[in-house]
C-alpha cells in the first residue's frame, strides 16, 4: 500500500493498482474490527458495506461508507501519473519541495486566502482543511489573510511565511505519530 495526495493505493499483482479515496465517513473493517483508535465511533452497519474484499485464509477487509463520498476504481499501474485524478497534482507536503521559497513563488501576486490556496490540491496534494487549520495557527498565520501578503516586495518569504512549512510538517509527522498504523498490516 502507498500514498498519493488523498488517495491510498494498492498495487496489484496484475499490472493494475486499486485507487482508494475515503471521502468523508469511509473507513475498512479488517475481519470485523476497524483499525486505529477513533474519536468517533465508526459505522459498523453493514448496510454502508459497499466494497468486501476476501483474502487469504477466510480474511475479509470490507470498505464501508454511510456517506457514499469515498469511491474506488481501477488503473493500471504504469498509467497513475497520467491520469485526472494524478495529473497536476502538486508537491507531497512531507518532501524536501515544501518549503518557504516555494510558497513564495506560489503565492506572489496571488489575493486569495492563505488557508484556500494550501487547500488547492494542485499546489500541495493532500492537505485537508484541520491539517491546514492547524499548520496556520501554529504558524500564527490567518487562514484569512491574503498570500501575496506573506510574500515581500523581493519575492522572499516574510517571517511568517518561513514558518509555515515546518508548520505543515509537524502537524503531519504528529498526526501519523499518533496513528498506529494498524489497518496497514492486512
Do not use: W
Request: glycine fraction near 6%.
Amino acid at each position: 500500500l502507498r500514498r498519493r495526495a488523498k488517495y491510498l493505493i494498492a498495487d496489484l499483482d496484475d499490472g493494475n493498482s486499486l485507487i482508494m479515496h475515503l471521502g468523508m465517513s469511509g473507513s475498512f473493517r479488517i475481519d470485523g474490527e476497524t483499525p486505529g483508535v477513533f474519536h468517533h465511533k465508526c459505522d459498523k452497519s453493514a448496510a454502508h458495506d459497499h466494497v468486501v474484499f476476501h483474502l487469504e485464509h477466510d480474511r475479509r477487509v470490507v470498505y464501508n461508507d454511510p456517506r457514499r463520498f469515498g469511491y474506488m476504481l481501477l488503473i493500471a499501474t504504469h498509467a497513475i501519473d497520467a491520469d485526472k485524478l494524478f495529473h497536476g497534482l502538486g508537491v507531497e507536503p512531507l518532501s524536501d519541495a515544501l518549503d518557504a521559497a516555494f510558497l513564495a513563488r506560489a503565492f506572489r501576486g496571488r489575493s486569495a486566502p492563505v488557508k484556500a490556496l494550501l487547500l488547492d490540491q494542485r499546489l500541495i496534494a493532500g492537505l485537508g482543511n484541520i491539517y491546514v487549520c492547524e499548520a496556520l495557527h501554529r504558524a500564527r498565520v490567518s487562514p484569512l489573510r491574503a498570500a501575496k501578503s506573506l510574500v515581500l516586495e523581493s519575492g522572499r518569504p516574510s517571517a511568517a511565511l518561513a514558518r509555515l512549512p515546518q508548520a505543515i510538517r509537524d502537524v503531519l509527522k504528529e498526526a501519523l505519530k499518533n496513528y498506529d498504523g494498524t489497518f496497514l498490516l492486512v
